[in-house]
């Protein structure tokens, strides 16, 4: 197959990606259909075996999950030390990135690629600290099993019915420089689940009822081995394309499907569909578009998709040339193309068959030929549009200006040289007004020159046998000219509807990412519909049926033949209306809405005329852009919904075990000491029953204060609270504040000159130092200093309160303003409700203020309790 088009250099796009590749580490990864088939065994040994051969190997992670022949195969390796990360009262180990790093092994193992990293850690995700790795160069090794790839979670969980919740996106298996199958039988698997080498025998026996029946592992195993073949696929793609190798070599199947604006398409593209089907191999739709085709390829083109298709689009003239380029360079091994009807003789003077020319050009590859199916359904045929007169009038007079002023001129102008001028108006007119005026110029021409200026003149007949040929010749160039100008127009004007086309997928893109609401989204979409075409409406589905529309401009409204093919198009998720093959008499072209393959709603659009294709194909574009808006919408309102639930459900637990205890342990001492007293009487000593009378004084107060806060945060999540905006002097505040809290009465205060004052509300801003107050009291030692200072710093007061206590952990500190939370500080946790921070933090911004926390303080001394710092600030009075 001899083709000039088809590039003999090397693909820049695979040679840019080899040498990326070469200027990283080397990632190899060996990928498992189920947990336990020795993926990190198999890893191991190999390991082991580079190690032996002088290679600097080290064990970054390994997780042996308690096999002790994986913990054996570990040998020698040298083992790099996890890292400790406290969370939520636990210490949990994990690979050190920075350690592994500094350590700069020729090889690192790192397993289980898809763990999710403890929150605190640079990354997220594990094969984030591969990538990292990688970009240091370091080669990695590391261990995955199929059902954690992104693409696969679905399938997966329909399969399994568990549903994986540590994924990786589908793209890191492209890093891989090599991909090696850990592959077991589902019986053997099964088997050395039974004998206890995977699981304990209780969780092995759950096991083999759920994830591990043998149906499920044997969906599995087909799945890790066609990943591993579409990889096996594409590298060897990549290979071909880095070497100019001419293709296609016929290491697996790929079927393209051929796809024309005509009404066989579809039928075209159901048989490459059942041919991809039983050859098990991917389908991809190509569609060249050309400038002067009449017909839409759309409704094919969404088939495809449908039935699972890549589809692929161009604008080319020459289809063929198109065509077996993007098979050669992509490996297609089957080509299918419909069958073209008989045409009448005339038209097909010139002109060879689709057919025929694959034929004799498509020698490397397998051609399938679809017939013509007996009855073609109805496609309806764009109206033609109103023929312009006002071109032709200008030709004309342009042509009629031209030949005067060549007979004005004859003496200086020669007739050949007025063969020319008429052609250079000939490619004008076509240029600017497209091939029928220039054909109709070329006619008008060819008649002017022979009847002004060949003699005889002013006849139309010939004297000069060499004037024939010049008039045979200027009416093939006329008409050659004429043709050729206008196809280039045609393509012109195609490519800038393209790029406008794109330029408003684009906008489409950036204005849905600004909608933050469903109705927002919705007004926005029939607005883009409607600067498209002249109006748009937008209507969801709830409860099976189309719901009240959205409309631009607003007051649009259908009527019940409109309604009836949006609501055809719902049902049955396929395009109704203008340009389609449904109801096509509807003036609107009404759109599914598709998540997930689902009708969840339809687009309408009213064009003015016959809509093209590159429109049909900007609102399937804006169909698609709004569908996908629309599920992130839901999700996100989903996702804050769960939030919530969950956020209510913590603090409902955190209420009922705060009242369990911080009602129950003061209420248990002063029923001990009334019954004491009741029960004892007379016989117990003036001191003792002060003591149980102080006891019961100190736990009713501590009851007090509890009720207290849970009304203060009852107050703040009702929103009743009302702060008041006075000029407050500090040293009241304080004063009045120290005056309540126990055990803070030698609170040392330092309020500075310029810092005396502040705009607040006088009973919500001592609450505030109240809970702070003690907060720092609880957690500080008996004889320690707790001190307040105001310092002022532009136009706002800043209050710290400071405390030498036990200080507040790291990954405690953006928490401890969250209701119900007590910091773990030390090895205890002190009574209280969690609420006092909390209900500061409220009142403070009630105020227009802001309140912080820091741990440890940077001016005690490093072998002391770190203390803690609460600062307030408020607008200066």
């Not at 002088?54 to 790099?80: M, Q, Y």
């Not at 498509?362 to 071109?391: D, E, G, N, Q, Y």
């Not at 403070?844 to 002391?864: F, V």
Request: aromatic residues 6%; charged residues 20%; neutral net charge.
């Amino acid at each position: 197959m001899a083709v000039d088009k088809y590039d003999s250099r090397p693909d820049p796009d695979a040679l840019l990606a080899d040498l990326h590749r070469e200027q990283r580490g080397r990632l190899k990864i060996f990928l498992g259909a189920a947990p336990g088939v020795g993926k990190t065994w198999e890893m191991l040994v190999a390991a082991n075996h580079k190690r032996e051969a002088g290679i600097d190997v080290v064990a970054g992670l390994i997780e042996t999950h308690g096999r002790s022949d994986t913990a054996e195969e570990i040998g020698g390796l040298e083992i790099l030390p996890r890292i400790k990360v406290p969370y939520r009262g636990q210490s949990l180990e994990e690979f050190d990135l920075d350690g592994a790093l500094k350590r700069r092994p020729a090889l690192l193992l790192v397993d289980e690629l898809a763990h999710t990293n403890a929150p605190g850690l640079r990354h997220q995700k594990r094969w984030q600290d591969v990538q990292e790795i990688l970009e240091a160069g370091i080669d990695v090794w590391t261990t995955l099993n199929v059902q954690h790839l992104e693409s696969l979670n679905d399938p997966v969980a329909r399969i399994t019915g568990v549903r994986v919740a540590e994924t990786i996106p589908d793209t890191v298996l492209d890093l891989a420089d090599e991909i090696e199958l850990i592959d077991l039988t589902p019986a053997e698997l099964r088997t050395r689940l039974v004998d206890g080498k995977i699981y304990r025998p209780d969780v092995a026996n759950r096991a083999l009822e759920g994830f591990f029946r043998e149906g499920n592992l044997g969906a599995l195993r087909e799945m890790a081995l066609r990943r591993v073949a579409q990889r096996v696929d594409k590298d060897v793609t990549s290979y071909m394309r880095a070497r100019a190798i001419p293709g296609p070599w016929p290491a697996s199947e790929k079927v393209l499907a051929l796809i024309g604006p005509d009404a066989s398409a579809d039928n075209v593209v159901r048989h490459a569909a059942r041919l991809a089907d039983t050859l098990r191999a991917p389908l991809v739709a190509f569609h060249a578009e050309r400038a002067d085709e009449h017909g839409d390829a759309q409704h094919a083109l969404d088939l495809a998709i449908q039935l699972g298709a890549t589809v692929e689009t161009t604008t080319m003239s020459d289809i063929v040339g198109t065509v077996l380029d993007y098979a050669t360079k992509n490996n297609i091994t089957h080509i299918v193309v419909g069958r073209t009807a008989t045409r009448p003789w005339w038209r097909r003077i010139g002109r060879r068959r689709l057919g025929e020319v694959l034929s004799n050009q498509a020698s490397a590859f397998t051609l399938h030929f679809v017939p013509v199916p007996a009855a073609l359904p109805m496609r309806p045929k764009p109206a033609a549009p109103p023929i312009k007169l006002h071109p032709y009038v200008i030709m004309a007079v342009i042509l009629g200006a031209v030949t005067l002023a060549g007979m004005s001129l004859r003496s200086l102008i020669p007739q050949e040289a007025m063969g020319l001028i008429f052609t250079a108006v000939i490619a004008g007119a076509a240029s600017i007004y497209g091939r029928n005026v220039g054909l109709a110029t070329a006619s008008a021409g060819f008649l002017l020159w022979n009847f002004f200026f060949l003699p005889p003149i002013y006849t139309f007949s010939v004297s000069d046998p060499r004037d024939v040929v010049a008039l045979i010749v200027f009416l093939i160039v006329g008409i050659v000219t004429g043709t050729l100008a206008g196809r280039v127009r045609l393509e012109a004007q195609t490519a800038s509807a393209r790029v406008e086309a794109l330029r408003r997928i684009s906008r489409f893109g950036q204005r849905f990412s600004l909608a933050t609401t469903q109705t927002n989204l919705l007004l926005e979409t029939a607005t883009q519909a409607a600067s498209i075409t002249t109006a748009g409406i937008v209507m969801l589905a709830e409860n099976g049926a189309l719901t009240t529309p959205v409309a631009a401009p607003a007051g649009i409204t259908l009527d019940a033949a409109a309604f009836a093919a949006a609501n055809w198009a719902f049902k049955n998720n396929i395009e109704t209306g203008i340009g389609t093959a449904t109801l096509p008499t509807v003036p609107w072209r009404f759109i599914p809405l598709r998540s997930n393959n689902i009708s969840i709603g339809i687009l309408g659009a009213l064009p003015s005329t016959m809509p093209p294709e590159p429109l049909t194909q900007t609102l399937a574009a804006l169909a698609n852009q709004a569908a996908m808006a629309l599920e992130r919408v839901r999700l996100t309102v989903a996702a804050a919904q769960t939030e919530a639930r969950e956020g209510s459900q913590k603090l409902r637990t955190a209420l009922l075990s705060s009242l369990s205890h911080d009602l129950r342990t003061p209420l248990t001492a002063i029923r001990g000491a009334s019954e004491t007293l009741s029960s004892a009487g007379d016989a117990l000593d003036g001191a003792t029953r002060a003591d149980l009378l102080d006891s019961i004084a100190q736990n009713t107060e501590r009851m007090a204060k509890f009720l207290s806060n849970i009304t203060e945060m009852a107050r703040v999540e009702t929103g009743e609270i009302n702060a008041r905006k006075d000029r407050l002097q500090l040293a009241d505040v304080f004063e009045g504040a120290i005056a309540r809290v126990s055990g803070a009465i030698y609170t040392g205060v330092n309020i500075a000159k310029d810092a005396t004052q502040v705009i607040a509300d006088s009973a919500l801003l001592e609450q505030i130092i109240v809970n702070c107050l003690d907060n720092a009291v609880k957690y500080a030692p008996p004889d320690s200093r707790i001190a307040i200072s105001t310092q002022r710093q532009g136009d706002k007061i800043t209050i710290a309160i400071a405390d030498e206590g036990v200080g507040i952990p790291a990954v405690d500190l953006p928490h401890i303003f969250d209701s119900f939370f007590r910091a773990t500080r030390g090895d205890r946790i002190a009574p209280g409700t969690g609420l006092g921070l909390a209900i500061a933090k409220a009142f403070t911004e009630a105020m227009g203020g802001k309140i912080s926390a820091r741990s440890p303080r940077l001016d005690l001394p490093a072998d002391g309790l770190p203390g803690t710092v609460i600062t307030i600030e408020l607008p200066a009075g």
